[in-house]
């Protein structure tokens, strides 16, 4: 399945400028969220206990989520972009159904918080069943880039 567009919660864009989020040497998770999560409220939301409703630790989720290589990609210096691997979980004794996908830094104490997708845009919940994975597929242009305007 193919995750949405990401959107940042306020808090990350600070923490990313500042360098408090380091996307070259820290390690990352995406966790998935149920449709009763405040997962997408980008306001007021820092870290991923400020998060509502995490998918429970069962048939094949572990709760806080998998962890994911994040990389950065330069081919194109007018527009660099920030790509992750996709996370895949197999269901197993029962489904796994979720409704947002959340990608937060596991380095920095608190977990903070960077990115969060909506995963179908009906919106509708996504299952996985007892036996099939559960796959979300990032963009080939990845979590988000840094293109726009170049100076004289």
Same mark, same amino acid.
Do not use: C
């Given at each position: ?12 864009? %600070? ?56 990389? @950065? ?6 527009? $660099? ?5 996709? $996370? ?29 997708? %909506? ?16 796959? %979300?597929? @990032? ?14």
């Amino acid at each position: 399945m193919a995750a949405g567009k990401w959107k940042f919660y306020d808090s990350a864009k %600070l923490k990313i400028l500042q360098g408090l989020i380091d996307f070259d040497n820290h390690a990352f998770k995406v966790a998935l969220f149920t449709s009763s999560s405040n997962a997408n409220t980008l306001t007021g939301s820092d870290e991923l206990a400020d998060l509502t409703n995490q998918v429970a630790g069962a048939n094949g989720y572990t709760t806080g989520g998998q962890a994911v290589t994040v990389t @950065i990609d330069s081919s194109t210096p007018s527009a $660099p972009f920030v790509d992750v691997s996709n $996370p895949v979980w197999t269901a197993s004794g029962g489904s796994i159904t979720a409704r947002f996908a959340v990608l937060y830094d596991d380095t920095v104490a608190g977990d903070p918080l960077i990115a969060v997708s %909506l995963l179908d845009t009906a919106p509708a919940d996504v299952t996985a069943t007892d036996g099939n994975t559960f796959t %979300l597929a @990032i963009a080939a242009g990845g979590i988000f880039n840094l293109s726009g305007a170049t100076s004289d």
